[in-house]
Every structure is written in structure tokens, then in C-alpha cells.
């Protein structure tokens, strides 16, 4: 049995997402998140008849996340940060962002604390999702079939492109969310571009996004938040049979982000 100190903190976190933390998400925060997204993707959707490289589409994602992060009421800390890099841009240095994933949550995060435009790499069954599969195909975002991989060469080779050019890529290894909170194996070819483009791979993690909001839930459990940022692995001279090599040492260093002890 735990120390009966612990016991106490256990049963009052338990208490504080009890039957008025559901009301309080599914009578408050739902439904704003929901109003946000429908009106912003409509916008962003407006917005895609005149900017085909998505950067107007980029800045109302972030008002999107803003707004959402402001209603979830879940303060979050940002480790780290000096490891972020200059951002994009045609004398930035190629970078690729691994981020945990754990939360539906975990994309409103990236979108207002990384500072500057970067772009998504995403699941094509994404796609299907009214106002968010929409903006999502319309804002430079990167799909990825995995059922029918050469379907998706020509988004890869234009990644690529971009990434070259200084575009930041963000890419979730794990594929999708956790559904145990665990981090999950990665996929084989997650840094499939980043060692093409010689980019340095950026490790982050997202810190208790999978209690604030799981899979198959739409209650919300309001509570403070870390992003870890890690110091970037280099692929310079690496090559594709470094994959395993390069996947490994940032699953190694994802690790020792999420299991640190939390920032005073």
C-alpha cells in the first residue's frame, strides 16, 4: 500500500476529475473546441483558394490551438527550448520534430509552442475527419497511405523538397496515438526524410497529454502540461542503413525526456 500521503493526493486527483470535471468538459470545453474548429476550418478551407503554399492556413491553425489551449485550461511548461532552432526559412538548417503521441490534444500543443511554420506528417485515414481532414489536405500537410505506400510518393518527394528548403517537419514515430500511455514502436521508416535531407532530428515529449485527454473520451482532465525538448541527433553523412541506428538513439532519448523528473 502507498504511504498515506500518496493515498491522499491518488484519491484527490481522482476527486478533481470526478462528475463536475465531465460536466465542466462536456457542457464547456467540447463544445467550444468543436465551435473553434468549425468555424477556423472553415476559414482555413476559405483561405486555401489563395495560398497554395498553406501559410495563411498555418496561422489559423495556431489561432485554432490557441484558442483551444486557452478552454482546456491546462497551463504548459516548455523544457528546453533553446534546442527549438531558428524555425523555417531558406538559411534555416533542415530539422525533423519526433514528438510523442498520446492525445488528440498533442496537435493544438505543437501549433502554439513551436514558434514558426512547420508541417505535419499524417495518416490518410485523417482525411475523412470533416473541417480537420479538409485543412489538412488543402494546407501543405504531408499524407501518408500506409496501406498503399506508392500512393504516397509524390507527398514524400515534395516533403522532401520542402524539407531540403528549410520547411520543418513534424513526424510522430509511434504512427498514432498510445492507447496505454506507453510509448509505442516506432515505425520503421519515421526518419526515412530526415537521413535523406541530412536533417537534425529533434526529440520531444509530451508530458501527460495521454491523462488529459485518451483515446475513445471527450472528457477533458483539466491539468498542468510539460513539452521536452530534447538536444537534436545529427544525421549528417548518415545513410538509409543507419535507420535503425538513428531510430533507436531518439526512441533512447525520447525516453529519458518522458521519464524525467517533472520541471519546479
Known sequence: M??????????????????????????????????YTI???TLSLVASLFDRNGRIQHKFARAWSWLTMKTILSPLTVVG???LGEGDGANAKPRVYAVTHASALDIPILYVYLPFQFRIIFKSELLAYPFVGWHLKRSGQVCINQQNPMASIGAVKSALRSLRAGMPLVIFPEGGRTRDGKLQAFLPGAFFLAIKAQADIVPIALVDTFDLLPMNTYHVKCQPLEMRVGEPVSTVGLTLRDTEVVSAKVKAAIEVLRTASRSM
Open 2 to 35: 502507498p504511504p498515506w500521503s500518496e493515498r491522499g493526493t491518488a484519491a484527490q486527483a481522482k476527486q478533481s476529475h470526478g462528475w463536475p470535471s465531465r460536466l465542466r468538459s462536456y457542457f464547456f470545453i467540447d463544445p467550444l473546441v468543436w465551435a
Open 39 to 41: 468555424i477556423l476550418g
Open 81 to 83: 527550448a533553446e534546442y
